[in-house]
């Protein structure tokens, strides 16, 4: 059964440092999102993206954010700058489309610590 | 009113119990609400979903229930067992806003 992929499974940065974490969706869906969930907390949308655009996003998908689709299969998300704060289980997922009904199906995350 | 209200925030259920667990919406443009299963270390899975066009969907042991009216919608596992040990998330969509509740922990013992 086809599904997403994240890596690296953990990231340890120092704060001030730049992150890059990478996702392959499944192979035949168009949208993809990031969720970031601080441990214990909800998952919280960050960002969705289309087309190679940004579809939506939240108010924590500030300007230290980006994502990108460098090529046919990843999808990366970069944080610029990294603070404390931005300790969390990071999840990437896909679907086949947009719109109401949109099954997302999540990859199993990468928890980023920021020391 | 782009938030979803989830209740309890743990639940202890005995093997063979039903587990319950209610959500509540305010934006009227939802109209996709899934239940995520998560387990420790693992990212958020689909359980179960339903639209706001029928009352009630169940698969298998998983029930959710569905009302319109009050904005409110639940997920029931009828004979709970150890292995739906987990933390379980409402959410809802309007097609452009995906947002999830805060998750309820529960644990079923043997």
Known sequence: EPEVTQTPSHQVTQMGQEVILRCVPISNHLYFYWYRQILGQKVEFLVSFYNNEISEKSEIFDDQFSVERPDGSNFTLKIRSTKLEDSAMYFCASSRRAGSYNEQFFGPGTRLTVL | ?110
Not at chain 2, 34 to 46: E, S
Not at chain 2, 49 to 54: M, S, T
Not at chain 2, 58 to 87: C, V, W, Y
Request: hydrophobic share 35%.
């Open chain 2, 1 to 110: 009113q782009q938030q979803v209200k989830q209740s309890p925030q743990s639940l202890i259920v005995q093997k063979g119990g039903i587990s319950i667990i209610n959500c509540a919406y305010e934006n009227t443009a939802f109209d996709y609400f899934p239940w995520y299963q998560q387990f420790p270390g693992k990212g958020p899975a689909l359980l179960i979903a339903i639209r706001p066009d029928v009352s009630e969907k169940k698969e298998g042991r998983f029930t959710i229930s569905f009302n319109k009216s009050a904005k409110q919608f639940s997920l029931h596992i009828m004979d709970s067992q150890p292995g739906d040990s987990a933390t379980y998330f409402c959410a809802a969509s309007d097609g452009q806003n995906f947002v999830f509740g805060p998750g309820t922990r529960l644990s079923v013992l043997p």
